[in-house]
């Protein structure tokens, strides 16, 4: 009697619909561009796909497991898509339950500058410390001149200046507002950064983020109305945790779209405090 081969080992994942259909619509084999304990990432045509554990942050563009780490498939040695299925060595990673990562939708009418406490505001302004102060004036102007002194600036897989773009970018998405012109400046500046950051900066003008963002624009309207304060503070620290440097660029993008949308809304007489909080202090 002859037996079976045995099947490949069954891992199962959960995925935004985008990169479910991406798959879907995929064959072959797949360049890895980065290997990680807790995240993997492949090339897949214009597309960063990452594999992330529980452990890594949940950026919009993966496929989600659940274990802590990725064990053995943070030492794949190939990859291919067959089927609308990743095939990492002799697992496959199935697609089981889709996620939504699309930014909460926001009234940008009544907004107002997110508060920071003093460790939060701490770190936010050390990063905007790091960028050039006419890039983030022009961005708070929403001049797409800001776009080429930002994007690709800064070290790692996430430069600081594209994380600062991607927060902008996704709260015009959540607030509905038109920003064409910034839009079109980072859609011809993608060749000037990463892989996974153009995909991330690409997620963003979709309106597709990480739940920590996700999370700071959710708490946004009881803030609004004086009754969320403690949720959004909880939202805000939790988002600038992310990564070494990536939650606080995109929350300073967040402020500094904040900037760019109540302007739009109010007389220079009453226009927000500077989107950038001073050291050692609270900023409102």
Do not use: F, K
Request: proline content about 8%; aromatic content about 2%; some cysteine.
């Amino acid at each position: 009697m002859t037996r079976r081969a045995p099947g490949p080992r069954v891992v199962p994942a959960a995925a935004p619909a985008r990169v479910r259909d991406r798959l879907a619509a995929a064959s072959g084999p797949v360049p890895v561009v980065h290997r990680g304990l807790h995240a993997l990432y492949l090339r897949l045509d214009d597309l960063c796909v990452g594999v992330t554990a529980a452990g890594a942050t949940s950026v919009p563009c993966a496929l989600r497991v659940a274990s802590p780490d990725l064990g053995p498939l943070a030492a794949v040695r190939s990859a291919r898509v067959a089927d609308g299925v990743l095939h990492l060595d002799d697992s496959a990673v199935v697609v089981r339950r889709l996620v939504d990562v699309s930014v909460p939708r926001l009234d940008p009418a009544p907004l107002r500058q997110v508060p920071l406490a003093r460790g939060a505001a701490d770190v936010v302004g050390a990063v905007a410390a790091e960028l050039p102060a006419p890039a983030l004036r022009l961005l708070a102007a929403g001049d797409p001149a800001a776009v080429l002194l930002l994007v690709g600036r800064g070290s790692g897989l996430t430069p600081l200046g594209d994380d600062v773009l991607a927060g902008w970018l996704a709260l015009h998405r959540a607030s509905g507002a038109a920003a064409p012109a910034v839009e079109d400046a980072v859609v011809r500046h993608l060749g000037r950064t990463t892989l996974l950051s153009a995909t991330l900066l690409d997620c963003a003008l979709r309106g597709e983020v990480l739940p920590q963002y996700a999370a700071v624009v959710r708490a946004l309207p009881g803030h609004l109305a004086g009754t969320g304060r403690p949720a959004l503070q909880a939202a805000v620290t939790d988002l600038v945790r992310v990564g070494h440097t990536s939650g606080a660029g995109l929350l300073l993008g967040l402020r500094t779209a904040i900037d760019h949308l109540t302007n739009q809304h109010t007389s220079p007489l009453t226009s927000p405090r500077s989107l950038v909080p001073s050291h050692g202090g609270h900023a409102a």
